[in-house]
């Protein structure tokens, strides 16, 4: 595990934080006993929280577990958009905002929870009009709006299923996730802005559509007040949203649903060059993204809860749209860049909406950290009350800094630990109940059982080792869309069918604290975001001039990780600057931007087994300017050894 970065040194000076008996006597978890009462009876624990949903039918079983496969609330029908909209519309949540939304250049929208009702019922109907029926795949490619939510929503009341692309992904990424489904119907929006520009993301999704057979009908948003530009509408393919949607009828009866019935597929990137299509199932999801909204982020009905989540990621399914919503919270989301048009933007919108639980990534916090304390500072920031994050781990300095900058000593932060797979927080802190330790993402969830093992499976109490979850969870991935095999593969091979693997280290503390080490496989973290190295490889052999590459993570300040690509060049194109650029070029056209490499360094080979394996490992080494490690195994050590000199020619190590 040469990848993962211990906090250790730095935690001997750190502090740990008790809980606030005044957080706590206000807190939805206020009591201990919750642990110990889903340890003695995790399935009882889940079910109870499951009677907190509406369901049309009840089940007939909690857990059916097969393993490596496990369904929840067996027989159970229910529907997702009816326990975020329905059932709230029967108490005074009806007329409270559901959403409130800014533009980045200002402008802002709120829905009620009536109104939120009304749109998605009318964009169900629309969705039927095109032909869309239970069990179709729609995919869903647009920036942070209120539409985006709709969409999803809409889809989930009739069955449909979301596959939802992040925008920043490029059209043939789009191509691929909208193939790999054959998605019938395409959302998308004209265009969104970002830090002063527009990004116009119809005619990125124009190139992929050249390649999408499947897609019948595109519905296009209009983004509002949106400067107008060149756009292409193709008569009988494309239809505008506000067009179809002001004649479609608002009755909409919520489809039932089969508890295990898909309620979407998000695709994440993996240890090959092909993303997987995550399958999310109904019944189990919306019970545990409910449960964790309810006390970890602790929702009250007075609250402006903000996750700064794109809605293109987990996060943004999970604690922008289902959790919260099934909460009857009021969700903040802004369009736009966090530093335009100043670096103070976040804190000026807190400050201006009263954001009260505010959820964000590390690598984000470490930017705010480069800008500045003064900018928060400027700003009255004192209706926040929780604060979290997510996405990779945090350095105690970032989460000090965090507490001392943002939560001005006063907000207990929830560091969560989860993935696109497993649906729903994991490894958190609860902000009533635990006593926070900075770099440490804290303690299983009531009702997880994660543990730390070995290679051979042998439990390891303290120390280091790989995270695992030993029984199954409601919220979990069922299969891999299409490729059950790659499923049972990837998380449940590494020890016996019951453990699930989801490819992290961990180091575990006296007190059962977890801290995670960050992934063991070819998966990077780039600023929170998800790359398989494999990807961006495939990305550049792609291109006529490279024969060889091989890509890692360098740690990075800022990102956490950073992309650093090895390249060996055909003899008949030379290693030059132009070449080097337009390789980045060409990986941000074949993926996006967030795949766009920090450095790319030619060679004229790559160190390898004897058996041909790239040695990632060394080229880590390398690019961390690490002395090398064992190099015996090499089939000639010489590469490594002319690898890092021009390496440190370059780039001065
Ligand atoms: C990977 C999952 C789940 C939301 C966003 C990312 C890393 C996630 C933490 C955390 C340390 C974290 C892991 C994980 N990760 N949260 N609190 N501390 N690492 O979802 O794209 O599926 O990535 O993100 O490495 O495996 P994702």
Known sequence: MSNVTVFDDLLQEVREFPPDPAFTAQATAADPAIYRRAADDYERFWEDHARELVWFQPWARVLDWKPPHAQWFVGGKINAAYNCLDKHLGTPRRNKAAFIWEGENGEIRTVTYLQLHRDVCRFANVLRSLGVTKGDRVAIYMPMMIEAAVAMLACARIGAIHSVVFGGFSPDSLADRINDSACKVLITADGGWRRGNVLALKNEADKALEQTPSVRHVVIVKRPHGEPFPLNVKEGRDHWYHRLIEQASADCPAEPMDAEDVLYILYTSGTTGKPKGIVHTTGGYLVNTYATSKYVFDLKDDDIYWCTADIGWVTGHSYVVYGPLQCGATVFIYEGAPNHPGQDRFWEMVARHRVSVFYTAPTAIRAFMKWGRQLPAKHDLSSLRLLGTVG????????????????????????????????????????????????????PFPGIEATVLDEAGNEVKTGSGLLAIKKPWPAMLRTIWGDDERYVATYFSKWDKKTYFPGDGAKRDEKGNFMILGRVDDVLNVAGHRIGTMEVESALVDHEAVAEAAVVGRNHDLKGQAIVAFVTVKGRFSMSDDLRKELSRHVVKKIGAIARPEEIIFSSDLPKTRSGKIMRRLLRDIADGRALGDTTTLADPAVVEQLRETYEEKYGG
Do not use: F
């Open 392 to 443: 990779e781990p945090i350095n105690p300095e970032a989460w000090m800094w965090y507490h001392e900058n943002i939560g001005r000593g006063r907000c207990p932060i929830v560091d969560t630990w989860w993935q696109t797979e497993t649906g729903a927080i994991m490894i958190t802190g609860l902000p009533g109940l635990s006593t926070m330790k900075p770099g440490y993402a804290g303690t």
